[in-house]
């Protein structure tokens, strides 16, 4: 038995007004087939490009490792030049991934390859984030702390997304003070014997090719594995709904220093009680 997915509806094309009304309103995900062929970015984003101008920054890393209290929120696991990095990419399948890179701040001619789309939504013009990933490299299910829609740009092979949304979060085991699910869940294929409650989470799915855009509605959860060797960058619009933007003050301004200073206090013991709780508390909502 497998995950309960169902397709993300795919279009080629789409004006401000329909995505409005079809995908933002209802808050509900697509994918926009040809939405950047006109970008410069379109033709000349690539692996090799990204080496070419970026080839001498250091850029954080991050894998699949469990989540260590000495780790401080979203620390990076290692560092490496992009040359570097591109490299081992297209030599070897490689865990590492780039995670939240800010190619505004860090790359300042890329500017010139890409612009805002108008989906009706103000975009957050100073925070375009790029990342990257190996073949089969992929990210835990989470969220984002600021429960934002958020509109996913790929650029080069493959990538495999699979969504939830708030809705799903009594069946996901849900780590607490976290954005993340139980860490050693295989999303892509997950063992529903071990984790039942999972049966019961009804999801999306899609499989992004360059040049493609998706569209993830406020707080949507998304595990996002690689294909093929890729990357991605995300542009991002505050969350409208009043709950969720609720939600995100609380996780910025308040759960990410409670949990720090836990880890700082508790250790070890604090990541085992939470992971503990995910699982007790998921078991409360299945009897």
């Known amino acids: 038995m497998a995950l309960d997915l169902q397709d993300i509806p795919r279009v080629k094309t789409i004006t401000k007004e329909e995505f409005i009304k079809h995908y933002f309103k209802p808050q509900k995900p697509v994918v926009i087939e040809q939405c950047i062929t006109d970008w410069p970015a379109y033709n000349k984003w690539s692996l090799d490009y990204m080496k070419q101008v970026a080839g001498d920054k250091i850029v954080p890393l991050y894998d699949d490792r469990p989540v260590d209290y000495k780790d ?31 190619v505004l701040k860090e790359v300042p001619q890329l500017q010139k390859d890409f612009k805002f789309p108008d989906f009706g939504l103000k975009l957050m013009k ?6 990257f990933g190996g073949t089969n490299s992929h990210t835990f299910m989470h969220y984002d702390i600021d429960l934002a829609n958020i509109f996913h740009f790929h650029f080069e092979g493959k990538k495999q997304c699979i969504l939830f ?77 009043p709950k969720n933007l609720g939600k995100a003050v609380y996780n910025i301004f308040i759960m990410r220093y409670f949990d720090n200073a836990m880890r700082r206090l508790k250790g070890q013991k604090w990541i085992d009680w939470k992971n503990e709780q995910a699982i007790t508390k998921t078991n409360k909502i299945l009897k």
């Open 72 to 102: 401080g929120f979203n620390e990076a696991h290692a560092k490496m030049k992009m040359s570097e990095y591109v490299d081992l990419l297209k030599s070897e399948p490689t865990k590492y991934r780039i995670f939240l890179w800010n």
């Open 126 to 131: 100073g925070l375009p984030m790029l990342f």
């Open 165 to 241: 949304d708030q809705k799903q979060n009594k069946y996901l085991y849900k780590i607490p003070y976290s954005l993340i699910n139980r860490e050693d869940i295989d999303m892509s294929s997950p063992d529903l014997d071990k984790w039942p409650a999972l049966k019961k989470a009804k999801g999306y799915i899609t499989e992004l090719k360059h040049g493609e855009v998706l569209y993830m509605p406020e707080g949507y959860w998304h595990y996002m594995k690689y294909l093929t060797p890729g990357f991605s960058m995300s542009l991002r619009a505050i969350a409208r709904n």
